[in-house]
């Protein structure tokens, strides 16, 4: 029931509370409304009870597993909220002089220090707000390298078709063409396919490794070996970055740029679409045109890297220094594990996928790629129940729901049919991955005995199947009252 | 099992062609296409009087599960697009080779037609899928 269902006339928050009479001046006649606004008129009690009522019925990561691939679904450690909610910097204001917010400041420069050094980039600027952003403000600084050499030939981003949507959006919006490269057979890149596409008129490359895919691309220094040759650059989209953590780096793989979703890797919260944060590094090349404001520190100082001082930078890409909070909590978490911690997020991401790949295996379903060694997340291709059972990923999906378990990433990436993109994380123990290793097989044993109760579900949730071919034919998100 | 008429030319990519033979093209998307992509709930055609390459993608037709490009398998210029789809998307799912059509193309003088695959090699390539 919506809050405006709840919604009696009159009635309102202060139950016992005397009212003061509400007294406006200085509101010229004509711009006052003439009819109250059509808010829900619903007591203190009533708002309390159907807000806490909705967030309890949330699937999130801290009542649910969470496989969601691609998405990184970690536990955000309580420990660096709170270091990130301490009064001292959370006051602060970012017009504070330079004098005055010495301790937030070192923490900022930390951060982009730790960053360049897991990823083997030459400098780091933390300010893009979300990781859109952070690719947005790597594509911008290819195009600033190539405009600086006066190399405008080059319109072209070469992008392969495992690769997450938001890559060729953000080359499309820094005005490049977009071609695509085909992925082999054993889920690397078609070799030849890229030689025939590179050209003078290459930009650069745009890669996730390990891929969408779930593998990691073996042949990684041919690549970035032909695209230099070529005179392109090669852009690092850090979605997976966790499954590499403290292993190998891109920076070693010869990546020019990188983006880093530190709300995946560096376990800050998944908002419902924010606050974000998605820092960029370049290798030596591409360093005068970091997005600003960056922290800089002489030694005995801290202070901001401006316009001043960096006239070629691309620009500032939000007010101040990005999501300040948000890069505060993962300064305390890159702190908190240390290096060896940052190598046991890898090989536990990495353990624990395989663990449930090679379980799945077992259980009888079928993986995209078999003969590969999983990343920090796989695939597995419910094709052959869709045609022997008439049981699709979707009804999988959603009979996961009513086992309490989010149900893993449907239908992405596009290159397999009837697929679930499965990541655990590092930060789930083994009898949780076996409780969803058990609920699959119990769903593989109802497609085959109960169908109608897999393509019929979730049966234990508020809401039952939803018609989402309607509801993306006729969006109607607006309420409106019933005609009296 | 799909359906594949046996008069019209496909792609790789899932295209299908009638030959109007008068130097015009009808194309769509193949009975297979439609299948994995599931119930169509958007679609983006290119405009009439664009010239289009073979091979350029030109138009996009999304479901609940994906969005995705839809190439022209052949050069030449837009002459007519099927304006009913915008209101009836799911056209394309009930009558893939019929209603469903996407653009209409008249062929450029350059215009090949001999990489198109007949109804029996497309076969054999869905079998794969």
């Known amino acids: ?280 590094g370049v290798s030596e090349r591409l360093k005068p045109y970091l997005p600003i404001p960056m922290v800089g520190y002489n030694g005995d100082d801290y202070y901001w890297l401006t316009e001043k001082e960096r006239p070629e930078t691309i620009g500032r890409l939000s007010a101040f220094a990005g999501n300040a909070g948000i890069l505060l909590r993962a300064w305390a978490y890159a702190r908190m594990l240390g290096r060896e911690g940052m190598h046991r997020v890898a090989e536990f991401s990495v353990l624990n996928a395989n663990y449930m790949l090679k379980k799945l295996i077992d259980a009888g379903f079928q993986a995209a790629y078999p003969e590969r060694r999983a990343t920090h997340e796989f695939i597995i291709t419910l094709k052959r129940e869709a045609s022997e ?74 809401v039952k199947r939803l018609d989402d071919v309607l509801a993306a034919r006729q969006l109607d998100l607006r309420w409106r009252p019933k005609a009296v | 099992m799909s359906d594949i008429p046996a008069e019209l030319l496909y792609t790789k990519s899932h295209e299908w062609i009638r030959d109007d033979g008068d130097g015009t093209v009808t194309i769509g998307i193949t009975d297979h296409a439609q299948e994995l992509l599931g119930d169509l709930v958007f679609v983006e055609l290119p405009e009439v009087g664009d010239n289009v390459e073979s091979g350029a993608d030109c138009a996009v037709v999304e479901s609940v599960k994906a969005a995705s490009d839809v190439y022209s398998p052949v050069a030449g210029e837009i002459i007519e697009v099927n304006e009913a789809l915008a209101d009836a998307p799911e056209t394309i799912n009930e009558s893939p080779y019929a209603e469903g059509w996407l653009f209409k193309v008249k062929l450029a003088e350059k215009a090949d037609l001999s990489h198109l695959l007949s109804a029996d090699a497309y076969q054999a390539i869905e079998d794969v899928d």
Do not use: W
């Not at chain 1, 309490?404 to 994380?425: Q, S, V, W």
């Open chain 1, 389 to 462: 059972l008439g049981v699709n990923t979707m009804d999988f999906a959603k009979r996961l729901l009513d086992h309490g378990f989010h149900a893993p990433t449907t239908y992405f990436p596009l290159l397999i049919p009837e697929c679930l993109l499965i990541e655990p994380t590092e930060t789930e123990d083994k009898s949780t991955l076996d409780g969803f290793i058990e609920v699959m097989s119990k769903i593989e044993r109802e497609a085959r005995e109960t169908p109608d109760v897999v393509k019929t579900a979730p049966h234990n949730l508020p």
């Open chain 1, 1 to 280: 029931m919506l809050i405006f269902e709840q919604s009696v006339a009159g009635r309102h928050a202060r139950a016992q509370a005397p009212r003061q009479p509400i007294t406006l001046s200085g509101i010229p006649d004509a711009q006052r409304r003439k009819t109250p606004a059509a808010l829900p008129q619903v007591s203190e009690m009533q708002a309390v009870r159907h807000y806490t009522r909705l967030s309890q019925l949330n699937f999130s990561i801290d009542t649910h597993f969470y496989p969601l691939g691609s998405c990184t679904m970690k536990y955000n450690p309580r420990g660096c909220q709170e270091v990130a909610a301490l009064p001292g910097l959370v006051s602060r204001h970012p017009y504070a002089p330079e004098s005055h917010s010495q301790g937030i400041l070192a923490c900022f420069h930390e951060l982009q220090e730790m960053l360049k050094d897991i990823t083997g980039m030459a400098e780091v600027s933390l300010s893009p707000a979300a990781g859109a952003q952070g690719e947005f403000a790597g594509v911008a600084m290819i195009r600033a390298y190539h405009e600086s050499r006066n190399d405008t030939a080059r319109t072209e981003i070469l992008i392969p078709d495992a690769a997450h949507g938001t890559n060729p959006a953000s080359a499309i919006m820094c005005g490049y063409k977009v071609r695509e490269i085909p992925t082999g057979t054993d889920g690397d890149i078609d070799l030849d396919a890229l030689a025939d596409a590179l050209g003078a008129q290459t930009a650069g490359i745009m890669l996730t490794n390990p891929s969408t895919l779930g593998v990691f691309d073996r042949k990684i220094e041919t690549i970035a070996t032909m695209v230099h040759k070529a005179g392109g650059l090669l852009y690092y989209d850090g979605a997976n970055l966790n499954a590499i953590l403290g292993k190998v780096r891109p920076g070693d793989m010869g990546f020019d740029v990188i983006h880093m979703n530190l709300h995946k890797t560096f376990s800050t919260p998944h908002g419902g679409g924010g606050p974000g944060a998605g820092p960029v």
